[in-house]
């Protein structure tokens, strides 16, 4: 399934966050328009954070797709406190759109990408990571968390 990349993740667990919502209206748990408040700049936020991550990839001129060889190790910028900038981001707009729909399923298929995310994309990106920058590598993953 290498044409599952995060992006269309993303885009398949917000679709699913949306049917959810019109399938069990009400139940919120946010009280609106605190909900808004909330969900929508954190919605903001976490697809600023991937388009930043992303754009930092682009400026080093080196593979950004999940299931191909890596040609350069970034570790600046963002990368310095984040292994993982661009899911991290993902994350976050999926927990804001989450709380914005406000309906309680949601925040499971946040959990769910989280999940999914971490097992199955960051620990295949590090095996490949490992093997091919190797010490460089290990030194980046001891002074850098994975997530925050």
Do not use: C
Request: hydrophobic share 50%; no cysteine; charged share 15%.
């Amino acid at each position: 399934m290498k044409w599952l990349i995060p992006p269309i993740l993303l885009v398949l667990t917000a679709v699913a966050m949306i049917a959810v919502y019109r399938a069990l209206p009400g139940g919120g748990m946010i009280p609106p328009p605190v909900n808004y408040y909330l969900g929508l700049p954190l919605v903001a936020l976490g697809l600023a954070l991937a388009f930043a991550g992303a754009r930092r990839f682009r400026h080093a001129g080196t593979n950004i797709h999940t299931f191909h060889r890596p040609d350069r190790l970034i570790t600046d910028g963002l990368y310095s406190m984040s292994r993982n900038p661009m899911y991290l981001g993902f994350a976050l707009a999926l927990l804001g759109f989450a709380i914005k729909l406000n309906t309680p399923i949601n925040f499971a298929l946040v959990a769910a990408f989280v999940l999914v995310t971490d097992l199955w994309y960051i620990r295949y990106e590090e095996r490949i990571a490992q093997s091919v920058f190797g010490e460089a590598y290990r030194d980046y993953r001891r002074r850098t968390r994975r997530w925050i």
